[in-house]
């Protein structure tokens, strides 16, 4: 995994990184260096997955899916319904099929729930198409967010900070597969933003992924 640590360097409105520089932008070289794959963002409940997953394709004129929107779409219910209908399991399988769908539609940036990655297939259908990036926040942190909005089904507990501690320590080390890891501070969404492009950056142009891209 490749962890750069967050740089808070966002660039002024309407001005292309690295132009001051006269490099090239680093929008350019991202969808250079992709190629045909996709960006597929990991991580806890609260960890920014859906904003920063949607600004970063703006920025980088890519489309953005969340899959946890998509599968709704697909069952008609939300997911909290699908919980108590139908049970995790038969969740969780439904969303593996919805993944596998998202991945063939790329490239784009996808924002997975926070489950997901926990499945080895899930996983390898990723890293056969995308490069996956972990946006980890701490517990204090995610805790902040969670409680702004409702509605998380492994949440309904008598004690949701112990939940989302033992959450933390089941998925964490699972986590930590992914490509690239960025820290989700609480900070203005588009300095996370900036933060996952340059770590991407630096993973895709680093020397063993040269001529990936063509691929």
């Known amino acids: 995994m490749t962890e750069v640590p967050p740089q808070g360097g ?33 991580g806890l409940m609260g960890a920014g997955k859906s904003t920063v997953g949607r600004r970063l394709a703006t920025r980088l004129g890519l489309m953005f899916k969340d899959a946890d929107n998509e599968i709704e779409t697909a069952a008609k ?13 038969s969740f969780r399988d ?9 991945m063939r539609e790329g490239p784009l940036v ?25 946006l980890k926040a701490e517990l204090d ?3 902040r967010r969670v409680r702004k909005r409702g509605g998380r089904p492994l949440l309904q507990t008598e004690d949701p900070e112990e939940t989302l501690r033992q959450l933390m320590a089941q998925r964490h080390p699972v986590y930590a597969t992914a490509d690239v890891e960025v820290i989700s501070r609480d900070v203005a969404h588009d300095r996370v933003v900036q933060d996952v492009m340059e770590a991407l950056d630096a993973y895709l142009n680093r020397p063993s992924q040269t001529g990936i891209a063509a691929q």
Do not use: C, K, N, Q
Request: glycine residues 14%; without cysteine.
């Open 10 to 42: 966002v660039p002024p409105p309407g001005e292309p990184p690295d132009a001051a520089a006269g490099g090239e932008p680093i929008e350019l070289r991202l969808r250079r260096a992709l190629g045909h794959r996709s960006i597929v963002l990991v």
């Open 77 to 89: 219910l939300t997911i909290p319904d699908i919980f108590a209908i139908y049970g995790e399991p």
């Open 94 to 102: 439904g969303e593996e099929r919805v993944i596998a769908r998202l």
């Open 110 to 134: 996808l924002a997975t729930g926070g489950g997901a990655f926990m499945r080895e297939t899930t996983r390898a259908r990723i890293a056969e198409g995308g490069v996956s990036i972990w």
């Open 141 to 143: 942190v995610l805790m």
